[in-house]
Structure formats: structure tokens, C-alpha cells
């Protein structure tokens, strides 16, 4: 009888291997829209060309697309940073002052020049350096401080802006669009006649003609001159997530490659609303670390929604031009509110 009850009392307070305690537990996002909502991945949509997470140490950076280039190192290899300091997964490139570290694909047909409908292109990244034209993506031919020929995203010359070009043409961000230290969805798009710089899945700036690149024998490369190999003018600070995109997106779209990311586990929104309703950060997180559960205002029209991994902009006031997150924005947006972008629904297609 004594066994007996020494067995019960252990059956009772033991606790399965993997179990985890219920204070911690992360409770899954509350059930909204039908099942033909359910989020899209974007890595295979006809146009997505390109999309790379950088999740390798070194060497070959695979493409999540199919059929898709994969990238590889160059120059010195360069440097990856962990989880911690990165938007997405567990690493980021992350090449350093003063070095030549960069990722190439040799130019083989057609892949990722421009084509007649236009295109996208971009990353999560953070800077750590000013100085001349820092180079993120670029695909052509170039000099210090301009680009001739193909397309490019980078810091501009001597300040903190976004610089897209396609061709000659340069197209900015607002002032101070890309701060150092800070982690931004940066992107460039064009369609058959202007191009877009954005920020956080914004547009940011002014829409500009821009010309139509051709095709190039150019290598296309992140965080480097297509044409040169030049230290100090490349990238210093992290890059994530990079992606290349053969048309032009909506605007709705490109806040969706900026807020859930091209693979709909991470998607912060869902098919019915545009949004994830949560009650606390956790029913974000379990699909992005970095989700945040927009308690700020309830004016706000993504009130009690996930944002995701995204960033907003600070709208009227002082910090018109600055990122800011939902859940601070009364610090972060002093005599303004905090927006974020509108995404398309977790089921849409992709461009």
C-alpha cells in the first residue's frame, strides 16, 4: 500500500519531458478569418526573383525562390552577426569598417536585370558608417559618388538619406530617412515611369521619372559596387533579408515584404482584416520575435493588431520623419501619433 501511494503521489506532480511551465507558455494567436485566408508565401509568386535571409555563417547564401541565383562571398569573407541584432531568423551579413566584404552573383541571362514592367528591391539593414555613396544592392556600373548604368539602393553621399537609383537617375527618401544604429526596411521600386524610395513599407520621398536601365553583363552584389571593389564604399552595418522583385509591387504589397516578410508563417496580418488581433506581445512573437501588440492608442487603426516586425513613421508633429514602434509612441512620436503601413491580406498572391 505504502508503493502504491508513492507511485500516485509521483504520476501526480510529474511533468512531461518537454513540458513547459504555464506562466511562460506563449499562447497562439486568436483564430480570425476563414481557411481560405490563410497566409501566401511570396518566394515562389512569378516575379519574386530573389529573396535571400542570410542565415549562413559564410559561403554560398541560398535563394529562397526557385531556380533562383544563390549568392557568394567575395572579397573578404565577410562577417555575419546573431541573433539579438537582426530582424529575422538568426543571422545577418554583417561586413565591417574599412574591409572588402561583399556577396556576388555573376551576371548569367536575364535573371535580375530591369524589365519593361519595372522593379523592387531591398533589405532590413542598420549602418554604422557615413561618408560616400554606401552601397546595399546594386546591379550596373558606377563611381564613388553616382551610378550610370543598372539600378542601386544605398545611403547617399555625406548624409543619412535613402538613394535609389535606376540608371542616372537619382531618387531620395526624406531627410534623414536612413539614421545609423538604427534597423529599417529600406526599398527602391519603380513601375513604367517613377521611381519610389520607401521606409518600413512607406513611401518615402518623392516619386521621380526615372529612366529604364537595360540589361548588363554587370555582377549583381550586396553591399558593394557592381563595378569596383572599393572599401569605402561599401556597406558597413548589417544587411537582412534581401529581395528582388521583377515588376512593380503595390504600395499594399510592399508593406507586406516590409511587415510579415515573404513567407506567410511571419505574417502579422490576416485575410480578412489586414490584421492579427492580439492581447499581448507573446500572441505576436510566436510567429516574429520582434512583433510588438499595439496598445499605444485606441485611435489607432491597427489598435489591438500585431505589428509585426515593422516599424512606423511618425505622422505631424516634431519627428515627422522617424521610425517609431506602436507600443512607445508617445516617446518615440513626441506631439504625434505612430502609423503603420497597410499591408494586402495574408492570402494575397504576391506581384
Known sequence: MIRLVALLLALAVAAPADAVPLAVKRRLYPSVGSASSAPSSWYNSTNTKGVWLMEESSGNRANQTTGGPTLSDAGTTPTTTAAGTVMQGTRALDPGAGTSEYLTWTDSGTTLDHSSGGN?????????????????????????????????????????????????????????????????????????????????????GTATAASAPGNNGNPFRVGSRSSAATASQQWDGRIDEVFYIATNPSDAQMCRIARCGFDGTYCACDGSTGYKTCIT???????????????????????????????????????????CTSANESSDCPSSYCKLCTPVACNNAGP
Open 281 to 323: 506581445d507573446a500572441d505576436c512573437q510566436v510567429h516574429s520575435p520582434n512583433g510588438v501588440c499595439d496598445r499605444g492608442s485606441s485611435s489607432n487603426s491597427t489598435y489591438g493588431t500585431c505589428a509585426g516586425r515593422m516599424y512606423g513613421i511618425c505622422n505631424g508633429g516634431a519627428n515627422v520623419n522617424l521610425p
Open 120 to 204: 523592387a528591391f531591398g533589405a532590413w539593414v542598420a549602418t554604422d558608417a557615413t561618408g560616400n555613396l554606401r552601397r546595399i544592392i546594386e546591379k550596373g556600373t558606377s563611381t564613388t559618388t553616382a551610378v550610370s548604368d543598372g539600378y542601386m539602393l544605398g545611403r547617399a553621399t555625406g548624409n543619412a538619406n535613402i538613394q535609389c537609383n535606376w540608371d542616372s537617375t537619382v531618387v531620395s527618401g526624406v531627410n534623414n530617412s536612413l539614421p545609423a544604429s538604427t534597423n529599417l526596411h529600406v526599398a527602391c521600386r519603380k513601375d513604367g515611369t517613377n521611381g519610389q524610395a520607401f521606409l518600413n513599407g512607406h513611401p518615402s
